[in-house]
């Protein structure tokens, strides 16, 4: 069965970013070292996936003009770092564009180097196998090389808000 037409509004910017806020992701963190001083480095994204199983493989995309961008584009190795349902302020730290975002933030070095964040729901690290250039952005393909997750709830983000990921329901089967 069709149905009438869709009347399509003119496509704007606003439009299409009313589209992503529909789509609830989880809170990562991307995080890696600072080339010269081995400092922390990192932002949040929600343009990260997994790509692969075998080889384990993920996906971040990250804006070129982020203050991280220059020191993942010349590492190898970057973690990911799912943030638990408490690190609201861990988010907003990072996503901040102050010059030392690890000031009040704690975190242990991954097997190689790359910054995993105390009391993230789950880490990755991965090795950097491909730098896609797209317009505004940078994809990093990268091979899991270390990984381990916890039991605590994630942190949700829609709508320009985040959410605590331990109070979802459950739909239950239909009839």
Partial sequence: MTTPSL????????????????????????????GATEEPRGLVVNAFSALSLDPPSIVV??????????HLFARDHLAVNILAADQAEVASQLASKAPDKFTHIRWRPAPAGSPVLDGAAAWLEARITERIQS???TMFIAEVTAVDHSDRAPLL????RFYDGGHLTELGEKD
């Fill in 61 to 70: 995309c990250v804006q070129k003009t982020s203050t991280s961008y220059r």
């Fill in 7 to 34: 009347e399509i509004e003119p496509m704007t910017a606003e439009r299409v970013k009313g589209f992503h806020r529909t789509f609830v992701t989880g809170v990562t963190a991307v995080t890696t070292r600072d």
């Fill in 157 to 160: 983000y829609a709508s320009g």
């Fill in 135 to 137: 317009s505004t952005h």
